[in-house]
């Protein structure tokens, strides 16, 4: 079996329950990129899992025991699917990644329909054998969604295609009492944002009939399509095409009205603070503005100016649910932006309840604290 021997301090990461090895931290390697490793310190055998070379994250440790990757894989997806299944039925974030001990591997499930993505080049060569333990769980088609950059440097060619099936129409998902379309061909990332469900569910329940609600950074319309279901008069705001087009279509599936804007948030929101427009609910779920620590002033004051302007447009007495999906700004730092914004504006922000996260299915791994990223904060302004 092929081997790799890690130093001291990579041992002791390994031990606290890292997954990831830096090329650095490597003493010696009697293996080829790609191949199924044997973790070594001195004498130790410290776990199994994938190696790459040319990868930054030169290993990656998949399990603690003697096992093939066949067997991790299809024993992981089992587990998930048994947990995740119970909460979500057949739509949800099956493998998270380091969060679900699959290093580099992210799999959303809509219904018959899975999307995958791989940043693992050991894990490719297993991605049809994937393909078939999901088809085992009711899977009927499965697409491969293998662009970017993280591909890229990990020397993984740039590459889209159904690995199981073919579907030709988006499939529909329920969602609380919401139905949304979800194109997993030609919709962002896997097609759905699967990690704001609760949240969006949440914003259903607060809702009341007649409310002025404007979601800003809409995508296919996830919050807004809930306050509209809720009886909310919803504005829509969103840069993408597709996904506006998605937003009329999720709107009519849903025996709802709505209005969308097609364009950039910022300038939309500036001017409608001009024209003196007021609204009951405020949702600001912009992409990750920071996804490393070098953007992080800078995301800083972009969510600064988002939640500034956002604060300009609810109606006292309203509320303003705000998002930052960007993991380096911790949840400390974005309530302090928050707080920042309402001091400026003249407001005064209350949190309702604690500071909300990622759904359940997005699991959160404590030893890669990368896999908590997501913020959520529902406040009632004044
Ligand atoms: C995190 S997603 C929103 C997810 C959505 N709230 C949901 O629940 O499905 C962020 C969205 O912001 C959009 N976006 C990015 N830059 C934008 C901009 N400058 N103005 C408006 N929308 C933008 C992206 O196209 C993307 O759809």
Not at 87 to 94: A, L
Not at 126 to 153: S, T
Not at 332 to 352: M, N, S
Request: with cysteine; proline share 3%; hydrophobic share 35%.
């Amino acid at each position: 079996m092929a081997r790799v021997w890690v130093n001291e301090g990579a041992a002791s990461e390994l031990k606290r329950g890292a997954l990831h090895v830096y090329a650095q931290n490597i003493e010696k390697a009697e293996a080829k990129d790609g191949d199924w490793v044997e973790i070594r310190h001195e004498n130790n055998v410290l776990g199994y899992g994938f190696y790459n070379s040319k990868s930054a994250i030169t290993v990656r440790l998949f399990t603690w025991e003697e096992e093939s990757p066949e067997e991790v894989l299809a024993r992981r997806l089992e587990e998930t699917a048994r947990w995740k299944g119970k909460i979500y039925d057949d739509t949800y974030r099956w493998i998270f990644a380091e969060g679900d001990l699959i290093p580099g591997l992210v799999i959303d499930r809509f219904r018959d329909t899975a999307v995958i993505k791989n940043q693992t080049l050991g894990l490719e060569q297993y991605l049809e054998f994937i393909a078939e333990e999901m088809q085992r769980h009711g899977v009927e088609h499965v697409y491969l969604k293998g662009k970017g950059g993280g591909r890229r440097k990990e020397g993984l060619p740039q590459t889209e295609k159904w690995l199981l099936g073919g579907r030709k129409e988006p499939v529909i998902i329920e969602e609380g009492n919401a139905r949304f379309y979800v194109d997993v061909v030609g919709g962002q990332k896997t097609g759905f944002y699967l990690d704001q469900r609760e949240n969006r569910i949440e914003l259903e329940r607060l809702v009341l009939e007649g409310d002025r609600v404007l979601d800003v950074f809409a995508s296919t319309g996830g919050f807004g399509i809930h306050a509209a279901v809720a009886g909310g008069d919803v504005t829509f705001v969103e840069l993408g095409r597709t996904a506006s087009r998605t937003i009329k279509k999720n709107l009519r599936l849903n025996g709802a009205k709505g209005k969308v804007i097609t364009a950039d948030a910022v300038d939309t929101m500036k001017k409608m603070i001009r024209k003196g427009e007021k609204y009951d609910a405020i949702v600001l779920d912009p992409p990750a503005l920071a996804k490393g620590r070098a953007d992080i002033s800078r995301a800083k004051k972009m969510y600064f100016l988002i939640n500034e302007l956002g604060l300009k447009l609810v109606e006292s007495g309203g509320m303003l649910v705000t998002c930052s999906c960007s993991q380096p700004i911790t949840p400390r730092d974005f309530l302090g932006i928050v707080q920042g914004a309402a001091e400026k504006t003249g407001r005064h922000v209350q949190l309702l309840g604690h500071l909300r996260g990622q759904a359940p299915d997005h699991t959160v791994y404590l030893p890669q604290p990368e896999t908590q990223y997501l913020k959520c904060g529902f406040f009632r302004v004044e």
